[in-house]
């Protein structure tokens, strides 16, 4: 296709970013329409666009080829799945869904639509990590051995205020999403087994505020995550989104916010440094739109030259599966082998309980 009819599913913070990306950095592709939450006929007068009045009026329209789904957690499924009923390509922001289940069934139904799915992994895309991800794959350290990820913070989003529903699957989830996708795509592996501890120091586990994870790869790397968002002021520096990865020829640095630094001859070489960002005061600074614009670039893309997209469903679907082996991991106390038996693949975790969907077949 020539030019790419985009429809916004969603009108907050996220929807918001894309939409500012879109509109003023990517090519080959038209923001048409938005639907869905009380900021929608905000976000469309802002941008040019038409407001519908639900998503199905979106999704009806012939002048949206593929749409954006930036919405809680909890819906993504449902509305992936219409939007294919629909015949429209899909990019879903991470995470993915809320269980493995609901990931399979998404990119079912895009499978048997014929359409794209794509989800949203914008930590592939941040300048400190794509360029680590260049010199692993040039052969600079070797093979990867280890990996360290810290996602360290004294706060958390307060614009997401839908987490502190049960049903959004919590903060690690959210969070996790971004960390076990950036494991496995640093890692260039698949995980075997997930050992994880998951809750909060004050007294709301379910809201998933704290995570130590490690992580089995089937090549023999293995990796371990420290993720908080309940550490006291003033809080670690430079470890919101730090990896140290260790390789049989070196190791690399790389501070998502700040430095990537490499050492293979025995002495530390700075390679770049990310431009500082205040994603709550300047949220429209290019430097922070960077890595949002260029996914929603690779999905414009992949559409128009009728080729995979980056960031496939599989590998939204593989992130929420270490996700959730983390959970029901610190749920028994046990390290859980991946993949996921058939009967787990429905497992969610929401609230005080636990429950299982049920799984056709």
Same mark, same amino acid.
């Given at each position: *296709?020539?030019?790419? @009819?985009? @429809?916004?599913?969603?009108?907050?913070?996220?929807?918001? +970013?894309?939409?500012?990306?879109?509109?003023? !950095?990517?090519?080959?592709?038209?923001?048409?329409?938005?639907?869905?939450?009380?900021?929608?006929?905000?976000?469309?007068?802002?941008?040019?666009?038409?407001?519908?009045?639900?998503?199905? =009026?979106?999704?009806?329209?012939?002048? /949206?080829?593929? #749409?954006? #789904? =930036?919405?809680?957690?909890?819906?993504? =499924?449902?509305? #992936?799945?219409?939007?294919?009923?629909?015949?429209?390509?899909?990019?879903?922001?991470?995470? *993915?869904?809320?269980?493995? %289940?609901?990931?399979?069934?998404?990119?079912?139904?895009?499978?048997?639509?014929?359409?794209?799915?794509?989800?949203?992994?914008?930590?592939?895309?941040?300048?400190?990590?794509?360029?680590?991800?260049?010199?692993?794959?040039?052969?600079?350290?070797?093979?990867?051995?280890?990996?360290?990820?810290?996602?360290?913070?004294?706060?958390?989003?307060?614009?997401?205020?839908?987490?502190?529903?049960?049903?959004?699957?919590?903060?690690?989830?959210?969070?996790?999403?971004?960390?076990?996708?950036?494991?496995?795509?640093?890692?260039?592996?698949?995980?075997?087994? /997930?050992?994880?501890? /998951?809750?909060? +120091?004050? @007294?709301?586990?379910?809201? %998933?505020?704290?995570?130590? $994870?490690?992580?089995?790869? /089937?090549?023999?790397?293995?990796?371990?995550?420290? *993720?908080?968002?309940?550490?006291?002021?003033? @809080?670690?520096?430079?470890?919101?989104?730090?990896?140290?990865?260790?390789?049989?020829?070196?190791?690399?640095?790389?501070?998502?916010?700040?430095?990537?630094?490499?050492?293979?001859?025995?002495?530390?070489?700075?390679?770049?440094?990310?431009?500082?960002?205040?994603?709550?005061?300047?949220?429209?600074?290019?430097?922070?739109?960077?890595?949002? !614009?260029?996914?929603?670039?690779?999905?414009?893309?992949?559409?128009?030259?009728?080729?995979?997209?980056?960031?496939?469903?599989?590998?939204?679907?593989? =992130?929420?599966? *270490?996700?959730?082996?983390?959970?029901?991991?610190?749920?028994?106390?046990?390290? #859980?082998?991946?993949?996921?038996?058939?009967?787990?693949?429905?497992?969610?975790?929401?609230?005080?309980?636990?429950?299982?969907?049920? $799984?056709?077949?």
């Amino acid at each position: *296709m020539d030019n790419v @009819g985009i @429809g916004m599913i969603g009108s907050g913070y996220m929807a918001r +970013t894309y939409t500012e990306g879109i509109s003023k !950095y990517n090519e080959g592709g038209t923001l048409v329409a938005v639907a869905g939450g009380t900021r929608a006929p905000g976000l469309a007068e802002d941008y040019g666009m038409d407001v519908e009045p639900s998503l199905d =009026a979106l999704l009806s329209r012939s002048d /949206v080829d593929a #749409v954006l #789904v =930036a919405t809680p957690h909890q819906v993504h =499924a449902e509305q #992936v799945i219409a939007a294919a009923e629909h015949g429209k390509h899909v990019l879903v922001e991470k995470p *993915m869904a809320t269980n493995v %289940a609901d990931c399979d069934a998404m990119i079912a139904a895009c499978e048997k639509a014929g359409v794209t799915l794509s989800v949203i992994q914008t930590l592939r895309y941040r300048g400190v990590f794509k360029r680590a991800k260049q010199l692993i794959d040039e052969g600079r350290i070797g093979k990867v051995h280890m990996t360290q990820f810290t996602s360290l913070w004294t706060w958390y989003h307060q614009t997401k205020t839908w987490l502190d529903e049960p049903e959004s699957g919590g903060s690690f989830l959210d969070r996790g999403a971004h960390i076990c996708d950036a494991l496995r795509w640093l890692t260039g592996d698949e995980p075997s087994r /997930v050992f994880g501890s /998951v809750g909060s +120091t004050k @007294g709301e586990a379910w809201k %998933a505020m704290n995570a130590v $994870i490690q992580i089995q790869f /089937v090549g023999g790397a293995s990796a371990q995550s420290w *993720m908080s968002h309940e550490l006291p002021q003033p @809080g670690f520096p430079d470890t919101r989104y730090l990896a140290r990865i260790y390789g049989e020829k070196g190791i690399i640095e790389a501070d998502g916010f700040a430095k990537l630094r490499i050492a293979d001859s025995g002495e530390w070489e700075d390679v770049w440094e990310m431009p500082k960002i205040d994603p709550v005061g300047r949220p429209n600074d290019p430097n922070r739109l960077e890595a949002f !614009y260029l996914q929603t670039q690779d999905f414009i893309s992949s559409l128009r030259e009728e080729r995979e997209p980056d960031v496939s469903g599989k590998d939204g679907r593989a =992130a929420i599966e *270490m996700v959730q082996g983390a959970y029901m991991s610190s749920l028994s106390g046990a390290a #859980v082998q991946l993949p996921l038996p058939r009967q787990e693949q429905g497992f969610q975790f929401d609230g005080a309980t636990v429950s299982r969907k049920r $799984i056709p077949g």
